[in-house]
């Protein structure tokens, strides 16, 4: 029963990005290749090694999860407060459906979407750079637990909007900022000292390197480290997110 | 056993405003159960804490013997509602969104196609199940909200405005399918603005005026306590002065009068009297019907 309810909700959430895979899906892959061409050859040929990877084989994982969060975080906030705006979440509330079905439901149809676009963005980078995955388990373990965390993000901020504009003020605002400063297109170590301690407070920064460790086997930060942060974000993330649901902050009265 | 019990319920939004102030009502199984009150009156916030879209202040809610406070998923299996606002998203097809809602209650996908195929014949949807939800018609769409409330089979099935809009043949068509319900045993709570819909379709009835509780009775004895019914006369023609007579007597327009006669007495002696004084009658009716009369009556007193 409980296993057919989450079905249901992840069934609905993929059916919802496909029918829109222009908007959901391409978007990210069109603009990854910009990046490439643009940072990666034109720019990037100008550049030297950096860490004994060519630019373009550095900036790949970034690229790649900066996508991954955009797109994880973007599913699930514009899922859920469009849900909640049209009031058809109400259905779902006078459900049955435990609260931790609801979360996990569609936190997993955000981070499917995140691994999609993600796998499309993996595969055209090959077309731009020739490169070897070092450690293929902590790939795949950054790759879900970022998803993770960014969904679960997304649900916050769903459950907390109370108009589109709200929807977007994060991503525009907080995330893209973040991710650029995160060390997609560059090394913390190239920074003054003053900015790399800065740079150390920006808890993307251990995403992206924790993948990048994944990719290449190079990273700024210690990546057990970027590891524990991740999975204590996302296990805090997911029970604030289940007390949301509880209390029927934004949902209910 | 009770399918509601409500006991002094209570409802504050923020920042103070008293939307409940300690409502109790039972609504018994098999029932079919009118709630109304005018616009504001907490009629939604009542429906709307007994299906947990509202969290209550206050009070007791039991469904089935089951306490909100304790069994909230088991109420919520027992309980579908077809709210007033269409809720559904508009860009699904028709059978999605039924089947759908089935998964929400732990229904498998095939059990749930099943079940909604059923649903949407009976309610004449089957030919519109590939059809987005946007392209029904203002009646089909509200079929469609019934078809959604039913597809989990609930013991009780809750009612908010379901004929608002719907032309009269669609709404005698609701009528007599949620009739059909009521026959085969289920709960029908209803609200609805059409008090002839109330009058013709529920055996109870709770009204609720600023968040109280103004009356819960049965339909027969609440319209046993109306005292006198207004009647519209059409008249051939035109009245100059209107005659002395021993009853209320008011002109509406040139050709049409308006009497007000006490329920127990009879509509013979006015007619009559006006004959008499050289009024020809060519038809009368109700003002409005019984229940509306006093509905008004009651809330204005409030």
Same mark, same amino acid.
């Given at each position: 029963?409980?296993?057919?309810?989450?079905?249901?909700?992840?069934?609905?959430?993929?059916?919802?990005?496909?029918?829109?895979?222009?908007?959901? @899906?391409? =978007?990210?892959?069109?603009?990854?290749?910009?990046?490439?061409?643009?940072?990666?050859?034109?720019?990037?040929?100008?550049?030297?090694?950096?860490?004994?990877?060519?630019?373009?084989?550095?900036?790949?994982?970034?690229?790649?999860?900066?996508?991954?969060?955009?797109?994880?975080?973007?599913? /699930?906030?514009?899922?859920?407060?469009?849900?909640?705006?049209?009031?058809?979440?109400?259905?779902?509330?006078?459900?049955? +459906?435990?609260?931790?079905?609801? @979360?996990?439901?569609?936190?997993?149809?955000?981070?499917?979407?995140?691994? #999609?676009?993600?796998?499309?963005?993996?595969?055209?980078?090959?077309? &731009?750079?020739?490169?070897?995955?070092?450690?293929?388990?902590? /790939?795949?373990?950054?790759? $879900?637990?970022?998803?993770?965390?960014?969904?679960?993000?997304?649900?916050?901020?769903?459950?907390?909007?109370?108009?589109?504009?709200?929807?977007?003020?994060?991503? /525009?605002?907080?995330?893209?900022?973040?991710?650029?400063?995160?060390? /997609?297109?560059?090394?913390?170590?190239?920074?003054?000292?003053?900015?790399?301690? $800065?740079?150390?407070?920006?808890?993307?920064?251990?995403?992206?390197?924790?993948?990048?460790?994944?990719?290449?086997?190079?990273?700024?930060?210690?990546?057990?480290?970027?590891?524990?942060?991740?999975?204590?974000?996302?296990?805090?993330?997911?029970?604030?997110?289940?007390?949301?649901?509880?209390?029927?902050?934004?949902?209910?009265? | 056993?009770?399918?509601?019990?409500?006991?002094?319920?209570?409802?504050?939004?923020?920042?103070?405003?008293?939307?409940?102030?300690?409502?109790?009502?039972?609504?018994?199984?098999?029932?079919?159960?009118?709630?109304?009150?005018?616009?504001?009156?907490?009629?939604?916030?009542?429906?709307?804490?007994?299906?947990?879209?509202?969290?209550?202040?206050?009070?007791?809610?039991?469904? !089935?013997?089951?306490?909100?406070?304790?069994?909230?998923?088991? #109420?919520?299996?027992?309980?579908?509602?077809?709210?007033?606002?269409?809720?559904?998203?508009?860009?699904?097809?028709?059978?999605?969104? $039924?089947?759908?809602?089935?998964?929400?209650?732990?229904?498998?996908?095939?059990?749930?196609?099943?079940?909604?195929?059923?649903?949407?014949?009976?309610?004449?949807?089957?030919?519109?199940?590939?059809?987005?939800?946007?392209? @029904?018609?203002?009646?089909?769409?509200?079929?469609?909200?019934?078809?959604?409330?039913?597809?989990?089979?609930?013991?009780? @099935?809750?009612?908010?405005?379901?004929?608002?809009?719907?032309?009269?043949?669609?709404?005698?068509? !609701?009528?007599?399918?949620?009739?059909?319900?009521?026959?085969?045993?289920? +709960?029908?709570?209803?609200?609805?603005?059409?008090?002839?819909?109330?009058?013709?379709?529920?055996?109870?009835?709770?009204?609720?005026?600023?968040?109280?509780?103004?009356?819960?009775?049965?339909?027969?004895?609440?319209?046993?306590?109306?005292?006198?019914?207004? &009647?519209?006369?059409?008249?051939?023609?035109?009245?100059?002065?209107? =005659?002395?007579?021993?009853?209320?007597?008011?002109?509406?327009?040139?050709?049409?009068?308006?009497?007000?006669?006490?329920?127990?007495?009879?509509?013979?002696?006015?007619?009559?009297?006006?004959?008499?004084?050289?009024?020809?009658?060519?038809?009368?009716?109700?003002?409005?019907?019984?229940?509306?009369?006093?509905?008004?009556?009651?809330?204005?007193?409030?």
């Amino acid at each position: 029963m409980l296993l057919n309810m989450f079905l249901t909700i992840v069934r609905k959430e993929i059916t919802r990005f496909m029918r829109i895979w222009t908007q959901t @899906l391409l =978007p990210s892959v069109i603009t990854t290749i910009l990046y490439f061409i643009v940072f990666g050859a034109f720019i990037g040929s100008q550049v030297s090694d950096v860490d004994g990877y060519s630019y373009m084989a550095f900036i790949v994982p970034g690229l790649i999860m900066m996508s991954v969060i955009n797109n994880s975080y973007s599913n /699930v906030v514009s899922s859920f407060f469009s849900q909640k705006f049209m009031r058809a979440v109400d259905e779902l509330l006078i459900s049955p +459906t435990p609260n931790f079905i609801i @979360l996990t439901g569609y936190v997993l149809g955000g981070v499917l979407r995140g691994l #999609i676009v993600g796998g499309l963005i993996t595969a055209t980078s090959l077309f &731009f750079v020739d490169f070897h995955i070092y450690n293929l388990t902590w /790939v795949i373990l950054l790759f $879900v637990l970022t998803s993770l965390f960014f969904s679960l993000a997304g649900f916050t901020n769903a459950v907390f909007a109370r108009k589109f504009d709200d929807v977007s003020i994060v991503p /525009v605002f907080i995330l893209t900022p973040l991710t650029f400063l995160g060390g /997609v297109f560059y090394s913390i170590n190239a920074l003054p000292p003053f900015w790399q301690v $800065v740079s150390r407070f920006n808890p993307i920064l251990y995403m992206i390197n924790g993948f990048r460790y994944g990719f290449l086997g190079i990273s700024d930060v210690n990546v057990f480290f970027s590891l524990g942060i991740l999975v204590v974000f996302t296990v805090v993330m997911y029970v604030f997110n289940l007390v949301l649901l509880k209390k029927g902050v934004g949902l209910k009265n | 056993m009770n399918a509601i019990e409500i006991k002094d319920l209570i409802k504050t939004y923020p920042p103070g405003i008293k939307a409940l102030e300690g409502i109790s009502f039972i609504v018994e199984k098999g029932d079919f159960f009118a709630l109304l009150g005018p616009n504001g009156a907490g009629k939604s916030t009542t429906i709307n804490i007994i299906c947990s879209l509202v969290n209550k202040s206050a009070g007791q809610v039991k469904v !089935m013997d089951f306490d909100l406070d304790k069994d909230d998923l088991k #109420i919520k299996s027992l309980i579908g509602l077809v709210p007033q606002e269409f809720n559904f998203n508009i860009f699904e097809k028709v059978i999605d969104i $039924v089947v759908t809602q089935a998964g929400y209650y732990g229904i498998g996908r095939r059990q749930a196609e099943e079940k909604a195929e059923k649903l949407l014949r009976k309610l004449g949807l089957w030919e519109k199940k590939d059809s987005v939800a946007q392209k @029904l018609s203002g009646g089909m769409k509200r079929k469609l909200m019934i078809a959604r409330g039913l597809v989990h089979e609930p013991e009780i @099935l809750i009612l908010d405005e379901p004929t608002a809009g719907v032309d009269v043949e669609t709404r005698r068509e !609701m009528w007599d399918f949620i009739k059909e319900l009521n026959e085969q045993g289920k +709960t029908i709570i209803l609200t609805t603005h059409y008090l002839e819909e109330a009058e013709q379709l529920c055996r109870r009835i709770a009204i609720i005026n600023n968040g109280r509780l103004i009356e819960n009775t049965s339909i027969k004895d609440f319209l046993n306590k109306s005292d006198e019914e207004t &009647f519209v006369l059409d008249i051939a023609d035109q009245v100059g002065s209107l =005659p002395k007579v021993d009853f209320p007597l008011k002109r509406i327009n040139s050709t049409t009068l308006e009497i007000k006669i006490a329920k127990k007495d009879s509509v013979n002696y006015p007619i009559k009297i006006l004959d008499q004084a050289g009024i020809k009658i060519l038809s009368l009716r109700n003002k409005t019907n019984r229940l509306e009369e006093l509905f008004i009556k009651l809330t204005k007193k409030e």
